[in-house]
């Protein structure tokens, strides 16, 4: 497969937690050390996204510099609002307990905020399919991502 080469976020600025900035960083440099990433639009990458949420929609450009052609790919997130509220509370609950230091605590709450996540990237998978082919690991850290753009 075909991978990113680079990625942004178009958030303008934002202020967010440390843990949020963190969480952001983390899954950029992720995907920029190993992904798969294949636009059905696009023959060769590496590839330049941007992400940006445009009117409730997943905006991702996608430029391919060996082909100089640009792609728009707009996606509903209507599907992962859900699974998105899930995920915020799970992190402000498993924020709170790191605060605890509750051990076991911190353990099931991480569990669950595993499960939420693996269950968003799943979806998001799902509504990529179509049009962009990702590997799961990709996927999890693009969901952080979208996750990231939602912040208020």
């Known amino acids: 497969m075909e991978r990113i080469a680079n990625i942004t976020l178009a958030e303008g ?40 949420i445009e009117e409730g929609r ?8 060996q082909e100089e052609k640009h792609a728009k790919v707009v996606l509903s997130v209507a599907p992962l609002r859900g699974i998105i509220r899930d995920y915020f509370m799970i ?16 353990e099931a ?3 669950g905020r595993r499960g939420v996540h693996n269950e ?5 998978r ?3 399919k179509d049009r962009i082919a990702v ?11 979208i996750c990231v753009l939602h912040i208020k």
């Open 91 to 106: 992190f402000d609950s498993y924020q709170q307990a790191l605060g605890s230091g509750n051990p076991s605590k911190i």
């Open 13 to 52: 600025m934002k202020k967010r937690s440390k843990q949020a900035e963190h969480e952001r960083d983390l899954a950029i440099a992720d995907i920029l050390d190993e992904n798969c990433f294949e636009p059905r639009c696009m023959k060769s990458g590496p590839y330049n996204v941007e992400l940006a």
């Open 58 to 65: 997943l905006v991702m450009g996608v430029h391919s510099p």
């Open 120 to 124: 968003g990237s799943e979806m998001l």
């Open 109 to 111: 709450i991480d569990m």
């Open 126 to 128: 799902d509504i990529l």
């Open 135 to 145: 590997d799961f690991a990709t996927a999890r850290r693009l969901f952080t991502l």
